[in-house]
């Protein structure tokens, strides 16, 4: 009796998983980096005032505005498990709540 199948779906599983694991590491990053955009704001501001330098605060608006933009394009491109297409876009449009595929409707964390 051969053991193939059983280990080609252990290995699919545990693709999944990883998968998963990576999407939930990217949502996390982005959220982490939404929600200390005023408090990073707010330094650069206060700091740009005590040290008179009125650069500091547009360059670190623009580069925290360039990292949220990478790890959203980040997790845009995140591919299904299943079908391998963009998970969160279609064509047209970038749904990233999305709880299917675009592509397959696979649901979010399926095993």
Same mark, same amino acid.
């Given at each position: 009796?051969?053991?193939? *199948? /059983? /280990?080609?779906?252990?290995?699919?599983?545990?693709?999944?998983?990883?998968?998963?694991?990576?999407?939930?590491?990217?949502?996390?990053?982005? #959220?982490?980096?939404?929600?200390?955009?005023? *408090?990073?704001?707010?330094?650069?501001? /206060?700091?740009?005032? /005590?040290? =008179?330098?009125?650069?500091?605060?547009?360059?670190?608006?623009?580069?925290? =505005?360039?990292?949220?933009?990478?790890?959203?394009?980040?997790?845009?491109?995140?591919?299904? *498990? #299943?079908?391998?297409?963009? %998970?969160?876009?279609?064509?047209? %449009? %970038?749904? *990233?709540?999305?709880?299917?595929?675009?592509?397959?409707?696979?649901?979010?964390?399926?095993?």
């Amino acid at each position: 009796m051969s053991d193939e *199948p /059983v /280990v080609a779906a252990l290995e699919r599983s545990s693709a999944r998983d990883a998968a998963w694991g990576k999407l939930r590491l990217m949502s996390a990053t982005l #959220r982490r980096l939404l929600y200390a955009c005023l *408090p990073v704001f707010a330094l650069a501001y /206060v700091l740009g005032l /005590v040290l =008179l330098q009125r650069w500091l605060y547009p360059l670190a608006m623009i580069a925290w =505005l360039a990292v949220i933009g990478w790890a959203g394009l980040r997790m845009a491109r995140f591919a299904c *498990p #299943r079908c391998g297409g963009a %998970f969160f876009e279609t064509w047209y %449009f %970038f749904k *990233p709540l999305r709880r299917t595929c675009a592509g397959c409707g696979l649901p979010r964390e399926a095993k």
